[in-house]
């Protein structure tokens, strides 16, 4: 006879099991040994690994699938904007100016004089006096009386703008007389005067001027980003930017002293998710200082377990966000807004088109991965074509390019992404917050279109959904349910209904596609015997639930390299 099968540490059974196979077989339990799936299959055929000391889970009915891959997550950001680094101040928080005056005032009144207050997730289509009057902007002295003795920094949902009191535009030295970088904007009264927000580029002026955190905040970050992590089902992220091109980005939370942080964590065998890294080596585009920023980077993961925490490729920032008017568009934004930019160095589209091509050939020739900021169609065209020069330059079999959000890529982009097996990065939970805002900015047609991810899929293209934490919460059922519904969150009005897709085809953004994203399907992103024991477990049975319900279905357990790192039971 033969031997016995040595039992498993984790058996759950009397469930839905989604492997996200090939097949998309589905099963009633699942085995976990030695950190890797042993088995999955009926509850009966797996009771032959339950041993003396095998843990058993009784799902009732709940559904396990793989863990989750947010694959654009900026994790140290996330922890480091959310309190009690940072005060909250995004539509789930507060729905007013009014409030988040109260907010900032009562930050003002817990830290010491002269200490700087700093926020995140703002949003003007959330926001009571901006909804009642489409030209009332927050400005710096919304911020003054509650805060003139507190530089006040606060950060829009997007990342790309900020709202600055009059503190905080003192301290980084800014009048009138101030000229903009290029690829930023520095709002100004038809007077002539500083209103306190800074778009794109021009942030650098201020967030040179912040206190850096220290290693032991972005260490508290990162921990607390995980914590939250694992309590979604989330067990790999990908970080989208670290390195010397960070600097500007929330708090200064994605610079290079972050992914030191990091590789010291993994190699201490801390890091309890899976990490894999873009690293961001430029400010804003200048191919010339590629090479060696790049080289001034190697080493530093080194001794860290791969499966833990990897260096993916090169992050660059090619246009800005549609909401802020700075995607770069083939056509005008709505009511004569211009049309935006690439926010790369050239005084002409010509020159910035130029300067792109020049650093997408030359990571490419190097080797790396490439994730592209990208989101105006003129914009994605450009990168798009950039990435196919580089290829015909210098061949290469499977370099898994891939534009990062993507918003209005056209079907030209998108067919010679699929034809080149490159990647589109997409953000359904976005789509959900600001469709009804980006009527008005693009007009009803295009903002119905915006994230085709229908297009997308039937191209061929192996699409890949993230929440971009923290633009959004992390919260992979809302995005999901949006791909499936792509309804506002404000009205439940659908926008572009024909780029809905289907179940199997969300979850494999968050898993396979995501998995392969980062060049690892091999060993993650699905449930089958060998791969990475990660699991979310969630109470209920997905493939029969509403679109609708989808994001109330809790989360009752997740594990994490055969670990169980949240219980919810």
């Not at 492997?19 to 009926?42: K, P, S, Y």
């Not at 390195?243 to 201490?268: E, Q």
Request: overall charge negative.
């Amino acid at each position: 006879m033969p031997p016995a099968p040595r039992p498993a540490d984790l058996v759950l059974r009397n469930g839905q099991v989604l492997t996200l196979d090939a097949a998309f077989r589905t099963a009633e339990a699942v085995a976990v040994r030695d950190g890797v799936i042993a088995a999955t299959g009926t509850t009966a055929e797996l009771r032959p690994l339950i041993g003396p000391r095998t843990e058993v889970v009784d799902l009732a009915g709940g559904t396990v699938l793989p863990g989750i891959n947010d694959s654009h997550l900026h994790g140290c950001a996330f922890g480091a904007t959310r309190p009690p680094l940072a005060v909250d101040v995004s539509p789930s928080a507060v729905t007013s100016i009014a409030g988040i005056r109260d907010a900032v005032r009562a930050q003002a009144d817990r830290q010491p004089p002269g200490s700087w207050i700093f926020g995140n997730g703002w949003d003007v289509g959330y926001l009571d006096e901006c909804r009642a009057d489409g030209t009332r902007p927050p400005t710096r002295w919304d911020l003054d009386e509650v805060s003139p003795d507190h530089p006040v920094l606060l950060y829009e949902f997007s990342g790309h703008t900020a709202w600055l009191n009059s503190r905080a535009l003192e301290s980084a030295g800014l009048t009138p007389a101030t000229e903009a970088p290029p690829g930023g904007v520095i709002e100004r009264r038809p007077d002539g005067a500083l209103t306190g927000i800074l778009r794109e580029s021009a942030q650098e002026l201020v967030n040179t001027v912040i206190p850096p955190m220290t290693d032991a905040a972005r260490e508290a970050a990162i921990r607390a980003a995980i914590d939250v992590c694992h309590a979604q089902g989330i067990t790999s992220f990908t970080e989208p930017g670290l390195g010397p091109g960070g600097k500007s980005l929330f708090l200064g939370s994605a610079d290079t002293a972050t992914l030191k942080v990091y590789a010291r964590m993994a190699r201490a065998g801390e890091l309890r998710a899976r990490v894999g890294v873009l690293l961001l080596p430029l400010e804003m585009g200048a191919a010339a200082d590629l090479t060696d920023r790049l080289a001034a980077l190697d080493g530093i993961c080194d001794g860290a377990d791969p499966r833990l925490l990897s260096v993916l490729g090169v992050k660059l920032f090619a246009d800005g966000v549609p909401p802020s008017r700075t995607a770069w568009m083939s056509e005008e934004y709505a009511n004569g807004g211009g049309r935006g930019s690439l926010c790369l160095h050239g005084h002409t589209d010509g020159q910035r088109v130029e300067e792109l091509s020049s650093i997408v050939r030359q990571a490419h020739r190097l080797g790396h991965q490439l994730g592209v900021h990208i989101t105006g169609d003129a914009g994605i065209d450009a990168v798009v074509d950039a990435f196919a020069a580089a290829q015909l330059d210098h061949p290469r079999p499977d370099a898994r390019h891939y534009i990062i959000h993507g918003d209005f890529a056209s079907p030209r982009a998108l067919a010679t992404l699929a034809a080149h097996g490159w990647g589109a990065n997409m953000n359904p939970g976005v789509k959900d917050a600001i469709a009804d805002l980006m009527d008005g900015v693009v007009g009803p047609e295009r903002s119905a279109y915006q994230w085709p991810v229908r297009s997308a899929v039937d191209a061929g293209i192996p699409v890949t959904a993230s929440s971009d934490a923290p633009i959004t919460y992390p919260d992979w059922r809302a995005g999901v349910s949006s791909m499936l519904l792509r309804r506002s969150k404000a009205t439940g009005r659908p926008s572009g209904p024909d780029q809905c897709v289907d179940l199997r085809t969300a979850l494999r953004a968050y898993t396979t596609h995501a998995a392969r994203q980062d060049f690892a399907e091999s060993w993650k992103g699905s449930l089958e015997p060998g791969k990475a024991a990660d699991l979310c477990v969630l109470d209920g049975d997905l493939l029969r639930t509403p679109p609708e319900d989808i994001p109330a279905l809790p989360v009752t357990m997740t594990v994490f390299n055969g670990e169980v790192v949240h219980d919810s039971r």
